[in-house]
C-alpha cells in the first residue's frame, strides 16, 4: 500500500515547482489515483490494446512508466511473448523504486528499465508505444519530433496509445477540481499543486494533439476515453 498523498496539505509562503522525486515517489500510487480520472480504466484499456495489437518477440515502450505501471499491465495482460519492455523515465527516484519493484515481482517477459529522458530514446522494433501521461511534461516544441520518432520505430500495424491531460473551458478545469475535492484534496491542496505544475505541465489542446499524430503519420486516430479534460488517444500505424 503506498501511503497517502498529502504534500500540498499545508501551506507554503512558495510553492516549490513539482518534480518527480522521492517524496512523489513515495506517494505516488495514491496521488496518481485520486488525481487522474479514470486511471484504472485507462490501465485496462490500454492491456485490451495490448492483447491486440502487442507481436511476439517485439518490443514495447512505456514512456514515462514511473513505477511501471503500464508496463506491468500490459506484461500481465499479454502472458509469456518473447516481448521487451522498455520502461523509461528520467527520474532516478522512479527508477530505482521500480527496480525495487521489480526485483521481488516475476514477469512474464522481460521488463527493461532505463533512467533516459525518452527523447533520447530511438523507438524500434514496436508493436506498440504508450505514453500514459508523459507527454504534457515535456517542452511543447519538442513534442511533434518525438510523435515522429515514435511513429518511426512502430512496425506496420502498431499501435501507438497516448494519455494526456489537455487545455480545456475554465468550465472543465472546475469540474475536474471538484473531482479533486470528491477524493479527499482540499482547496488549498488542490490550489497548490496546480501552482507547482504551472511551469513544467503545459496542455495542449486535442486538436493539437489529434493534427500532430496526424502529421507523424498515424492513421485511424481515435479518442477512446476521456474524462472532464483528460484523454486518453488511439492511433494506428
Ligand atoms: C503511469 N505512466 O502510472 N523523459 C522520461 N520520463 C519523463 C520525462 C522525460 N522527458 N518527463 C517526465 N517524465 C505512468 C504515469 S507520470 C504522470 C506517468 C503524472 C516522467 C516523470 O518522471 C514521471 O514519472 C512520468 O513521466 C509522468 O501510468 O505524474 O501526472
Not at 500500500?1 to 499545508?10: A, L, V, Y
Not at 485496462?44 to 514515462?64: E, N, P, Q, T
Not at 477540481?177 to 499543486?193: M, P, R, T
Not at 493534427?211 to 503519420?217: F, K
Request: contains cysteine; proline residues 3%.
Amino acid at each position: 500500500m503506498s501511503k497517502r498523498d498529502q504534500i500540498f496539505n499545508q501551506a507554503y509562503q512558495k510553492v516549490s515547482a513539482f518534480a518527480f522525486d522521492e517524496q512523489v515517489v513515495s506517494v505516488f500510487p495514491d496521488m496518481i489515483k485520486r488525481s487522474v480520472p479514470g486511471y484504472d480504466t485507462i490501465l485496462k484499456g490500454i492491456a485490451m490494446f495490448a492483447m491486440r495489437f502487442v507481436a511476439d518477440g517485439s518490443r514495447v515502450y512505456d514512456l514515462g512508466t514511473s513505477l511501471g505501471a503500464v508496463s506491468l499491465t500490459i506484461d500481465q495482460a499479454i502472458g509469456q511473448r518473447g516481448v521487451d519492455i522498455y520502461a523509461v523515465d528520467n527520474s532516478v527516484a522512479m527508477t530505482n523504486e521500480l527496480n525495487k519493484l521489480l526485483s521481488s515481482h516475476k514477469t512474464h517477459n522481460n521488463i527493461l528499465v532505463k533512467t533516459e529522458d525518452l527523447r533520447a530514446i530511438t523507438v524500434r522494433q514496436a508493436s506498440m508505444v504508450v505514453s500514459n501521461f508523459t507527454l504534457q511534461f515535456l517542452p511543447p516544441d519538442s513534442r511533434q519530433a518525438v510523435c515522429v520518432g515514435i511513429y518511426q520505430g512502430l512496425q506496420p500495424n502498431g499501435v501507438f496509445v497516448l494519455s494526456e491531460k489537455i487545455a480545456s473551458s475554465q468550465n472543465m478545469i472546475d469540474y475536474y477540481h471538484g473531482f479533486k475535492k470528491i477524493n479527499g484534496y482540499s482547496d488549498l491542496e488542490i490550489a497548490q499543486k496546480r501552482q507547482a505544475l504551472e511551469d513544467s505541465l503545459k496542455p495542449d489542446d486535442l486538436k493539437q494533439w489529434l493534427s500532430r499524430l496526424e502529421q507523424a503519420g498515424f492513421h485511424t486516430i481515435e479518442v477512446w476515453f476521456q474524462a472532464f479534460n483528460f484523454v486518453s488517444i488511439v492511433a494506428l500505424k
